[in-house]
């Protein structure tokens, strides 16, 4: 079975650090790649997504990027964090055939930049 | 700009009843719905999905809904179960290009015992 997972679970970080998450998805091979962001008391905000490696598109310009060097890995990173970064950070996956059209999220990074 | 919405952030209903959940788009080529459902610090579970070629679909005390020329979706629960209290998120894409999914801001749902 296809499994996601996501790391680390809560992050503090001040503000003008860098960024680095991680997100693995095991039992699929070519899935689409999602990084999502929850701010608080909003949606769920795409902000990038990947097709295969190193293809990487964004969704919102900010000061975040992301990078697929695996094909079952996906990063996100940032070079100088900053207040507005807060947030809860979602992996996601999609496209095995068996799963359909569904999203299938990893447990989150909750980041707070102080 | 938000292409698919949510406009009641919160909602309480007692245990036994109903609870309606709605959603709204705005893009007509998106044909493929989800709800999820999340619960604090989780990330969101898929919980129902629905093709646009269909108008309704049913597991279990959960049903969704489309009404494609009203451009809206709603969740129903029935009977709704304290267990039920989560932010539910409604979701869309095209499959065609099957690569994007875009959630509404959520609906925080109150099961009260």
């Known amino acids: 079975s296809q499994t996601i997972h996501q790391w680390p679970a809560t992050l503090v970080q001040p503000v003008g650090s860098p960024l680095s998450l991680e997100c693995t998805v095991e039992g699929t091979s070519n899935p689409n790649l999602y990084w999502y962001r929850q701010a608080a008391g909003r949606g769920l905000q795409l902000l990038f997504y990947s097709v295969g490696i190193g293809q990487i598109s964004s969704e919102v310009p900010q000061n975040l990027s992301a990078s697929r060097p695996q094909d079952r890995q996906f990063i996100l990173s940032s070079k100088k964090l900053l207040l507005s970064d807060s947030g809860f950070y979602l992996c996601a996956w999609s496209g095995d055939t068996q799963s359909g059209e569904k999203l299938f999220f990893g447990s989150g990074t909750q980041l707070s930049v102080l | 700009d938000q292409q698919v919405k949510q406009n009641s952030p919160s909602l309480s209903v007692q245990e036994g009843r109903i609870s309606i959940l709605n959603c709204d788009y705005t893009?007509?080529?998106?044909?493929?719905f989800l709800w999820y459902k999340k619960y604090p610090a989780e990330g969101p579970t898929f919980l129902i999905s629905?093709?646009?070629?269909?108008d309704k679909n049913e597991d279990g005390r959960f049903t969704v809904f489309l009404n494609k020329s009203a451009k809206h979706l709603s969740l129903h629960i029935v009977p709704s179960q304290p267990g039920d209290s989560a932010v539910y998120f409604c979701?869309?894409?095209?499959?065609?290009?099957?690569?994007?999914?875009?959630f509404g801001t959520g609906t925080s749902l109150t099961v009260i015992p």
């Open positions: 893009n007509s080529m998106f044909d493929y």
């Open positions: 979701a869309a894409s095209r499959t065609l290009t099957g690569n994007q999914f875009y």
């Open positions: 629905i093709s646009s070629i269909k």
